[in-house]
């Protein structure tokens, strides 16, 4: 059995100032392997985002340990992680006048000597990149004149320019109709399985998760539990997802159904 990509070791997560510890979840132990689509749900102000900001170096854990590679996520340099993992975030773009080929071809920058020239091989790997998710007839045009299911796919070429074993997505499908989720789910299944970098990806479609991820973390009191979605069904990992006794999780049926209306 190989290495995981990243690991954790009974991690807690949250917030801290020099008066007041918050932690949000505590006593999680994740294995995010190669080749693996894993989401991430739960309810909204579960935790999510503090998971992924925790997870990716960007804020530091209350106790325990995010080993990337066997190596502490926070000793890396900025330089370090960012050819380990790449981040897609759902902010909105600056304002700018790039192509949809100078935005791709930003994720190269961890590569490029300090006038950022492309080499021959950046730019194969840009192109590679837009051939993957089917953007590569988009690349002359400005970022700002395609539609958001096409820039989302562009955002995920350039993460996959990036060239990092890991990926991780905060939302991606958040501004997306239900025709565009459901495409970005279908890339992202098909670049974890051909590229086998693992994809980890927060996400409030859960049934979509369900139905598409290889792995689920499924957030929920304070504990995130990991595990493929028949087991979690099994379990009953979904049954207390919300806080509504008018939302129940139908296990025949592998998706969630409202009672008392």
């Known amino acids: 059995m190989t290495d995981p990509i990243l690991h954790t070791r009974d991690l807690s997560i949250g917030y801290q100032s020099k008066k007041h510890t918050t932690v949000v979840a505590s006593g999680i132990d ?11 749900v739960g309810a909204n ?10 997870l990716t170096g960007i804020q530091k854990p209350i106790s325990g340990q995010v ?6 996520v926070t000793d890396y340099s900025p330089s370090q992680l960012s050819k380990k993992l790449s981040l897609v975030l759902t902010e909105k773009l600056p304002p700018s006048n790039l192509t949809v080929f100078e935005l791709v071809a930003l994720g190269r920058q961890p590569y490029t000597n300090w006038v950022g020239k492309l080499t021959p091989e950046d730019i194969s790997k840009v192109n590679e990149a837009l051939h993957l998710t089917d953007t590569f007839h988009l ?11 096409q820039l989302q796919n562009v955002l995920v070429a350039r993460a996959l320019a990036q060239d990092t074993p890991l990926i991780v997505l905060d939302e ?4 997306l109709d239900f025709q565009h989720k459901v495409a970005l789910f279908r890339l992202l299944k098909k670049l974890s399985s051909e590229t086998e970098k693992c994809i980890l990806f927060s ?6 998760a369900i139905e598409l991820s290889d792995e689920i973390i499924a957030m929920n009191d304070g ?6 979605p028949s087991k979690l069904i099994e379990s009953g990992g979904f049954d207390r997802l919300f806080a509504d006794d008018n939302i129940v999780f139908d296990k025949q049926k592998g998706r969630f159904v409202f009672r008392g209306i």
């Open 172 to 175: 991606p499908t958040t501004h």
């Open 67 to 72: 080993l990337l590679e066997n190596k502490i």
């Open 45 to 54: 102000g579960v935790g999510k985002s503090t998971l992924l900001r925790t």
């Open 223 to 228: 504990k995130a539990i990991q595990d493929t």
């Open 139 to 149: 690349s002359a045009k400005k970022h700002f004149q395609i539609s958001d299911g």
């Open 30 to 40: 994740l294995s995010l392997g190669s080749a693996k689509l894993v989401s991430l």
């Open 203 to 208: 996400t409030h479609d859960i049934e979509m």
